[in-house]
């Protein structure tokens, strides 16, 4: 047995406290990933909360109608010394309860949350509970179903209450604990019927039956415990028949315990059924079967997270420049005023030069004949006293006018619209550095109103400042994890890297933050984020090279442009 616990020690309680830090930096409904949990679910008065405490040893709130309105999560861990900690996130909280009664305490806490009125909430309540007597667990309580509203009780209470259990047992890292009363049909259930539904095959799901004192038929008992019939329910991890204390009852968790070994001594299920049978075989049961939750889990969680990590990372490189300061709108306002000037004025410029000239080529390469027709089709009078007074006896002479005087006059309209391309290039390049010195200006006359324009859209804003949240959790979770570097075989053994993580003690969240920290580099970031140079050369480059700016900046620049 020694044996046994030295190993678990070693392979399987390393991997349940990374799981438990990475449990404190993320949501439970939001991020999507499995964790591995035991969920309770059971109608009313099954008793639920007298089971829990058995399994806990903590005294919870119990009675009639709905007690347990959040989630309740219990992480039982094995120590040496009882400590009973209250955990908000990263936060963790000591409690003693030589001065704090429990039960009230989770009450109060369940009014902050709940509200006074018996609506559900989906938000936790997380204690942690240090003890020698117990198993690592971590169980989850949730509300028992309502079927029909009382008092102050909402309407659709019994959809709330449905739609929260489905919520969490749906995750495959969840055993699911079905609890029901024995002098209770089985087929009338609903929390089965839920069960069913998330798990058809039962491969997850556990049935408990409690209140077993007040079974009215003991071979009923014993054949749903045996499952050996086929009018009865059927789960691959089976069932489990236990006694506690009820409601009214005013005995110690220890003495309903030697109370109920009394009783399944002497039951007549004992003879066939003892591995089924007390508090203590639903207890060893299921930290077996959490134990290998946490090693099937754990690598899939481990997975997840990069996954997920990564797709965060992609949405943020997809999202324009952060423009948060005033100078970095400002800056951003002088490169797009730059690229406007070289790329809408001069650009245009140029591809209008370089038109006229293809234009021109294409004609230069026409023949002498293309020349003569182009030119007796002309109107010119001189043009006509020229070809009369060529004489038909000298072929030469002919030819040689001919070709003279076609580039004679493709000379003079090159002259010309290189006049004309002259002048506009005068003009442009004697324009552009005035444009741009107005652009310039613009900020420094009306500074407000090219803030406001540049100022980023609250809702692109708050989904950047989102995701990078989320990215730095999942980047912390993915450091805990051990980052894609511990590897699970077909032995149970955990390695990373050249330290065994048996050896490697739990890397607390203030030693990983600050590891993080110093790890966060900035870097030059690329042509999106680059801030440019304000002194503008003189020069104008033959080809304008594009800046590549978000859609968002282009549109804000094209209104400011309007105005001006």
């Known amino acids: 047995m020694d044996t046994f616990v030295s190993a678990y020690d070693e392979k399987i309680r390393p991997l349940m406290d990374k799981i ?26 099954s008793g639920k909360s007298t089971l ?18 959040c989630p309740l999560v219990l992480r039982l861990r094995k120590a040496s010394v009882r400590r009973l900690y209250r955990l908000n996130g990263n936060k963790k909280i000591e409690l003693d309860e030589r001065k704090t009664n429990i039960l009230n305490y989770i009450e109060e806490e369940t009014k902050k949350l709940a509200g006074e009125n018996k609506n559900i909430v989906k938000d936790l309540i997380e204690l942690q509970v240090n003890d020698p007597n117990v198993r690592d667990l971590t169980v989850v309580d949730l509300p ?41 049909d089985i087929a009338t259930v609903e929390s089965f019927t839920i069960a069913r539904e998330v798990d058809p095959t039962g491969i997850r799901t ?24 086929p009018d009865v329910f059927h789960l ?3 069932f489990i028949a236990v006694r506690n204390r009820s409601t009214e009852e005013e005995i110690s968790l220890e003495d309903a315990r030697k109370r109920e070994k009394e009783f399944f001594s002497q039951h007549p299920a004992s003879r066939m059924t003892g591995h089924c049978l007390g508090i203590d075989a639903l207890i060893n049961r299921l930290a077996d079967l959490y134990s290998d939750r946490v090693k ?19 949405q943020l490189s997809k999202f ?65 006293a020229v070809f009369d007074a060529i004489s038909n006896d000298d072929q030469a002479v002919q030819d040689m006018i001919i070709s003279i005087y076609a580039y004679w006059k493709l000379l003079i309209k090159r002259f010309i619209d290189y006049t004309a391309l002259s002048i506009r290039a005068g003009c442009v390049f004697d324009i552009c550095p005035g444009i741009r010195e107005r652009l310039r200006q613009i900020p420094i006359e009306q500074p407000d109103f090219v803030d406001a324009y540049l100022a980023e859209d609250t809702f692109i804003r708050a989904k950047r400042e989102q995701l990078h949240h989320t990215k730095e959790r999942l980047e912390k979770v993915d ?50 984020g680059f801030v440019p140079n304000r002194n503008i050369q003189p020069s104008v480059p033959r080809v304008a090279q594009p800046v590549p700016i978000s859609s968002t900046s282009d549109s804000n620049f094209q209104n400011i442009r309007k105005r001006t």
């Open 144 to 184: 028992g179903i309502a079927r029909n509203p009382i008092a102050d009780q909402p309407k659709d209470i019994h959809k709330q209450t449905t739609d929260l259990i489905r919520h969490l047992i749906r995750q495959e890292g969840s055993v699911i604990l079905c609890v029901f009363p024995a002098n209770v």
């Open 20 to 45: 438990d830090q990475a449990r404190s930096l993320l949501s439970w409904s939001n991020d999507g990933i499995t964790f591995p949990n035991v969920v309770v679910v059971g109608d009313q008065s």
């Open 236 to 238: 691959k991890l089976g």
């Open 479 to 528: 450091a805990i994890l051990g980052g894609g570097r511990i590897a699970i075989d077909d032995n149970d053994t955990f390695a990373s890297g050249t330290m065994s993580i048996e050896n490697s003690p739990a890397m607390t969240l203030d030693k990983l933050e600050e590891n993080l920290a110093s790890t966060n580099v900035i870097e030059n970031v690329g042509p999106s």
């Open 320 to 384: 324009p420049p952060d423009l948060a300061s005033a100078s970095a709108r400002l800056a951003k306002y002088y490169e797009l005023a730059d690229w406007y000037v070289e790329n809408i004025i001069k650009e245009r410029f140029e591809s209008s030069n370089d038109g006229q000239h293809t234009t021109e080529r294409k004609s230069g390469k026409t023949g002498e004949k293309m020349c003569f027709s182009k030119i007796t089709d002309d109107d010119d009078d001189d043009d006509n």
């Open 206 to 229: 556990i049935g408990v039956i409690t209140k077993s004192d007040l079974a009215s038929n003991h071979d009923t008992l014993i054949q749903q415990l045996l499952m050996d019939r």
């Open 296 to 314: 099937e889990t754990f690598p899939k969680m481990r997975n997840d997270i990069q996954t997920k990590l990564k797709e965060v990372r992609d």
């Open 52 to 69: 829990l405490e058995s399994l806990s040893l903590v005294e919870l709130p119990k009675g009639s109608g709905i007690v347990t309105r």
